[in-house]
């Protein structure tokens, strides 16, 4: 399987306690992307990496949230001290960017679902 | 900043019926759309994209949308419904800054 792989697909947890997750995109894919979705709602956007630099960040990634790319392929999403309100599924994304587009298009994981106790 | 806005969050359709889910955007440049399958407990599945050229696209699974910029528009038909049609489907428009954002979604059910 080439695609976009998640782990763990599950995780329960009790508030105060740290997670974290990781996300191993399609092997070429230069860029990885972080989304949470809550019940109900699309995915939001959380952050991006370009290789092992992080692009961009959303104001919904709180200082508990932190994402790192260290070799440029594999990546971890960390919370410290979950809340319950972290509770959604946490969605990765990775696109091959090419020179001159930036609008590539982003084939997505299975999902990490999180519920904080 | 780019959106989009997604008429109906359920769609109930007869197996055989067609099905239309709704989807207009809001950008101040050219849109890339996308539109987006979510089955139970798994990731999104790319149905299918436009990007540029023809206003008509073609996906997977029947599925085809038509860009309407006179209308802001993006909605996704299926001529037959099939009982495996029955998922969560997302319109999304990717921004320049590579975010993409997605519309709160249409939860679509075939009936018998």
């Known amino acids: 399987d080439t695609g976009v792989s998640q782990d763990p697909r599950h995780k329960i947890t009790k508030r105060g306690q740290n997670v974290t997750f990781r996300c191993d995109p399609i092997?070429?894919?230069?860029?990885l992307y972080w989304y949470r979705q809550t019940l109900g709602q699309g995915p939001e956007f959380l952050t991006y990496?370009?290789?092992?630099?992080?692009?961009?960040k959303s104001r919904l990634l709180s200082d508990r949230f932190s994402a790192e790319r260290p070799k440029g392929s594999f990546s971890t999403l960390e919370i410290q001290r979950t809340e319950q309100g972290d509770s959604a599924m946490y969605l990765c994304?990775?696109?091959?960017?090419?020179?001159?587009?930036?609008?590539?298009?982003?084939?997505f994981g299975p999902g990490t679902r999180l519920l904080v106790l | 900043a780019q959106s989009v806005t997604q008429l109906g969050s359920h769609v109930s359709v007869s197996e055989g019926a067609l099905v239309l889910l709704r989807c207009n955007y809001s950008s101040s440049v050219p849109p890339y759309l996308f539109w987006y399958v979510q089955y139970p407990n798994q990731g999104l599945q790319l149905l299918l994209k436009y990007t540029t050229g023809a206003t008509l696209v073609k996906g997977i699974n029947g599925f085809e949308a038509e860009f309407k910029k006179s209308e802001t528009s993006f909605h996704l038909t299926k001529p037959s419904a099939h009982m495996s049609d029955a998922a969560e489907y997302f319109c999304?428009?990717?921004?320049?800054?590579?975010?993409?954002?997605f519309g709160a979604g249409t939860r679509l059910t075939v009936k018998p």
């Open positions: 994304a990775s696109s091959l960017a090419l020179a001159g587009r930036t609008q590539e298009t982003q084939y």
């Open positions: 092997s070429e894919h230069n860029r």
């Open positions: 990496f370009q290789n092992e630099a992080q692009l961009e």
């Open positions: 999304a428009v990717i921004q320049e800054n590579n975010d993409m954002r």
